[in-house]
């Protein structure tokens, strides 16, 4: 039986498209919030000079994703607000899939298993505010690909997905916070 927490909300899309501003903001605004095992892994692995790397062990960088998604979201069943996961374990999947590699049966398990709020909010690619670092490497590109794999994964699990606006973090904000405080979410 799918374990399905409907106050547990998602931001996902590709890289550089403002989930994780809107993450902090959220944050400070005093909602729970999980912040994107990526980029917590790329810094550990880049530190301890690991191989959990995305460019060097995509699957061992994936399974690292998936067992600090998993955990998050057993941290956070005891919260009484909504929780925002930047990102979520259906993301694991897209990743894979966008490297080209096969998904682990485990993988599939977790998503149908581990359930988020019906509805996801999806940030589309937004190539104004774009820009790589040390940790994301992607092209505006692969950032599109991301995306375009994240709208196919969620879909495909029967999420309905909610584009969040092109506008100031504040509007985002606003935008997200009325939407949780609607009375017609299941």
Same mark, same amino acid.
């Given at each position: 039986?799918?374990? $399905?927490? +409907?106050?547990?909300?998602?931001?996902?899309?590709?890289?550089?498209?403002?989930?994780?501003?809107?993450? @902090?903001?959220?944050?400070?605004?005093?909602?729970?919030?999980?912040?994107?095992?990526?980029?917590?892994?790329?810094?550990?692995?880049?530190?301890?000079?690991?191989?959990?790397?995305?460019?060097?062990?995509?699957?061992?960088?994936?399974?690292?994703?998936?067992?600090?998604?998993?955990?998050?979201?057993?941290?956070?069943?005891?919260?009484?607000?909504? $929780?925002?996961?930047?990102?979520?374990? #259906?993301?694991?999947?897209?990743?894979?899939?966008?490297?080209?590699?096969?998904?682990?049966?485990?993988?599939?398990?977790?998503?149908?298993?581990?359930?988020?709020?019906?509805?996801?909010?999806?940030?589309? #690619?937004?190539?104004?505010?774009?820009?790589?670092?040390?940790?994301?490497?992607?092209? +505006?590109?692969?950032?599109?690909?991301?995306?375009?794999?994240?709208?196919?994964?969620?879909? @495909?699990?029967?999420?309905?997905?909610?584009?969040?606006?092109?506008?100031? $973090?504040?509007?985002?904000?606003?935008?997200?916070?009325?939407?949780? @405080?609607?009375?017609?979410?299941?």
């Amino acid at each position: 039986m799918p374990d $399905v927490l +409907p106050r547990f909300f998602v931001i996902t899309g590709g890289p550089g498209a403002g989930k994780t501003t809107l993450i @902090e903001s959220l944050a400070r605004e005093g909602f729970a919030v999980s912040h994107e095992a990526g980029r917590r892994i790329i810094r550990a692995q880049q530190a301890a000079n690991g191989r959990a790397l995305p460019w060097i062990d995509p699957l061992l960088f994936a399974q690292a994703m998936l067992a600090s998604d998993l955990a998050a979201y057993a941290a956070m069943r005891t919260a009484a607000q909504p $929780v925002f996961f930047d990102r979520g374990i #259906p993301d694991v999947i897209g990743y894979l899939r966008l490297e080209g590699l096969d998904v682990p049966a485990h993988m599939r398990a977790a998503a149908r298993m581990h359930r988020y709020q019906p509805r996801v909010f999806i940030c589309p #690619p937004w190539p104004e505010i774009y820009a790589t670092d040390s940790e994301r490497m992607q092209s +505006p590109e692969v950032a599109e690909l991301t995306y375009r794999a994240m709208v196919d994964v969620y879909t @495909e699990l029967g999420y309905a997905l909610i584009d969040v606006p092109r506008a100031s $973090v504040e509007r985002r904000v606003s935008f997200v916070r009325d939407f949780t @405080e609607r009375p017609d979410i299941v």
